[in-house]
Structure formats: C-alpha cells, structure tokens
C-alpha cells in the first residue's frame, strides 16, 4: 500500500485547509480509511475515520471541525480542518483504521496563534 499525503501548511489560527491522501497498491473502495496526526514528542493519535460506506467517526477533540471524506473515483481521502487551534499542529498521515500500513512521509500542518 502507498500512501501519499499532501496539503499541509502553516495557517494561522481559525483558519481552513484540506489535507488529500492518494492511496494506491490496495482496494480502495471496500476499505475504510483514517487520518492520523503525531505532535512532535507525542504518540500518534486517530483523528477520523471513514467506512467504506461513508460513515465517519471522529476523536473528541476535532469533532465539529475536522471532516473526513472520500472520493472512491480518484482513491482519495480527504481531511478539511476549520477553526485550526494551535494544538492541531503536527504531521497528519492517512492509513488504515486498524492494522495500519507502512505510514509514508505525512504532511506538516502548522497553526500559529
């Protein structure tokens, strides 16, 4: 499975951005798929999840802001984040929700106060 994450970037505080996935070397559609994010010196934590029907799932802590979704035709994955808090910085990977894969590079999100 490889796993290419992108769109991460440095925003400010309440500001928006959407993170992409692009997964390929597995069967896209019939799988759910998460978001990750690891702050540096902490364990990575699940932020969201997605089931192959699109039933979605958040962590406590981004839910009413962060919104995962999916596009089946062009396996991808997609994580838009609003009203960014300083505590959402960290690198943001996407995975499986359970027995993830090799974890690939992620993408850096930054928020500034």
């Known amino acids: 499975v490889q796993l290419q994450a992108s769109g991460g970037g440095l925003v400010q505080a309440g500001e928006s951005l959407r993170l992409s996935c692009v997964v390929s070397?597995?069967?896209?559609?019939?799988?759910?798929w998460a978001w990750y994010r690891q702050a540096s010196g902490k364990q990575r934590e699940l932020v969201a999840q997605?089931?192959?029907?699109?039933?979605?799932d958040y962590a406590d802590s981004v839910k009413g802001r962060f919104t995962i979704s999916r596009d089946n035709a062009k396996n991808t994955v997609y994580l838009q984040i609003n009203s960014a808090k300083p505590e959402d910085t960290a690198v943001y990977y996407c995975?499986?929700?359970?027995?993830?894969?090799?974890w690939g590079q992620g993408t850096q999100v930054t928020v500034s106060s």
């Open positions: 995975n499986l929700p359970v027995r993830p894969k090799d």
């Open positions: 997605i089931t192959s029907g699109g039933g979605t």
């Open positions: 070397g597995t069967f896209f559609t019939i799988r759910a």
